[in-house]
């Protein structure tokens, strides 16, 4: 096994539980707690949105964490931080020890899902990141279906604080050795073009500037679209005239999708150049919500189905476009820059979308969706490549 595959497979193993017990808990148990507690459900859903926005505030701090001391403690602290996170949902009483509980795990999550896992296959293999990266999706593709079912099943048996304080030492006992495992730092010959080897000259710094901000605009308002459907897919769908059970059957594909696109990003996609298969990620949400447009319900399928295939795609392309435009120096300063309007906008979709979801036709929702997702591919196309180095005239 290389270096990269064994760095990708304690990776995506401690970054299934991550996302399971962190981002994809509240899906589950936050309609216990509404009950247990008798909170408004706004309120109880609202602590997640407050860890995500604090998430996204602290990814800057936690890229810098990294670039100075390496993935591997940060990634350590992280499994700590959602370990200690997940305790106190369990123990603290009533709303305000749920809150508590939450933007602690924001911290957590901060510096333990994808951004620090990227950033630190990054500090890793330089250039060579870019299939442990795919790796680590393909197997945290699985959080939500193996997440959801054994919360579903610890539930009647643990309550929601047992099963919060189940995941908690799950972090200790399974996250946290895995990230012991990683290497500290890769050799120069395990990081096959990683930052030890010969780079480039720098672009020049208006290319960066540009291509930076370019990057950051189209990723966040794809989160602002993926942010508001996580919520209200069901009740669009619904809003389409699927029947309950015909709008949950849709919607159930968009898992698999995920995953098959980023089986196409790792198949098809490995000779490309990470920025074509974003394009490619890009296109497939508008084409989605034309069809929808224009066939109506029949289209919900496809419709979901190329929704979820570009997400899948585009969270590959999170981590690999960035690597691949500027390269290992610095890399994972900037991931956590280009984290804090992705995670804000994430916080904050699901409650702006909703007035507009019950207001609004589901086909002009959903039409809207798609015009936007059609502008942020906008900024992708936008992204030209890096200008060659000026020629130095030769001294006679």
């Known amino acids: 096994m290389t270096p990269q595959s064994r760095a990708a497979l304690l990776l995506g193993t401690a970054q299934t539980l991550a996302w399971a017990t962190s981002y994809y808990l509240p899906a589950v148990v936050a309609p216990a707690v509404v009950q247990d507690l008798q909170a408004e459900p706004a309120l109880v859903y609202g602590a997640f949105s407050a860890a995500l926005l604090l998430a996204g505030l602290a990814a800057p701090r936690v890229g810098r964490a990294i670039e100075g001391r390496g993935g591997r403690p940060v990634l350590m602290l992280s499994s700590l931080v959602i370990a200690l996170g997940l305790a106190l949902l369990g123990l603290l009483p009533g709303l305000w020890g749920w809150v508590t509980g939450w933007l602690v795990l924001g911290l957590g999550m901060s510096a333990g899902l994808y951004e620090a896992a990227f950033a630190t296959l990054g500090v890793l293999f330089g250039r060579g990141a870019r299939r442990p990266i795919t790796v680590v999706t393909l197997f945290a593709g699985f959080a939500s279906t193996i997440g959801w079912p054994l919360s579903t099943a610890l539930l009647p048996l643990l309550g929601w604080r047992g099963t919060c304080l189940a995941y908690a030492v799950a972090n200790l006992l399974i996250a946290l050795p895995l990230y012991a495992l990683l290497p500290r730092a890769a050799t120069p010959a395990e990081a096959a073009g990683g930052p030890q080897a010969a780079e480039p000259p720098p672009p020049p710094l208006a290319w960066v500037r540009r291509s930076v901000l370019l990057l950051a605009m189209f990723f966040t308002l794809r989160s602002v679209i993926s942010g508001a459907l996580s919520v209200h897919l069901l009740s669009l769908l619904g809003g389409l005239g699927l029947s309950l059970g015909a709008a949950v059957a ?5 898992g698999p999708s995920q995953v098959g696109g980023r089986l ?3 198949t098809a996609g490995r000779g490309a150049h990470p920025l074509v298969v974003a394009r490619l990620g890009g296109v497939l949400l508008p084409l989605g919500a034309l069809l929808l447009v224009l066939a109506g ?3 919900a399928v496809p419709f979901v189905m190329l929704y979820g295939a ?5 969270t590959i392309s999170r981590g690999a476009v960035p690597l691949a435009l500027f390269g290992p120096r610095g890399y994972p300063v900037l991931m956590g820059k280009l984290a804090l309007p992705i995670l804000v906008s994430q916080a904050l979709a699901p409650t702006l979308a909703a007035p507009v979801v019950a207001n609004w036709p589901a086909a002009h929702f ?6 936007l997702a059609l502008v942020a591919l906008g900024c992708l196309l936008a992204i030209r490549p890096i200008p060659a180095p000026e020629a130095v005239p030769a001294r006679r």
């Open 297 to 299: 319900p029949l289209m």
């Open 264 to 266: 196409l990003e790792f």
């Open 250 to 254: 849709a919607a159930a594909l968009q």
């Open 310 to 314: 570009s997400n899948g795609i585009l």
């Open 366 to 371: 959903l039409g809207a969706a798609g015009v």
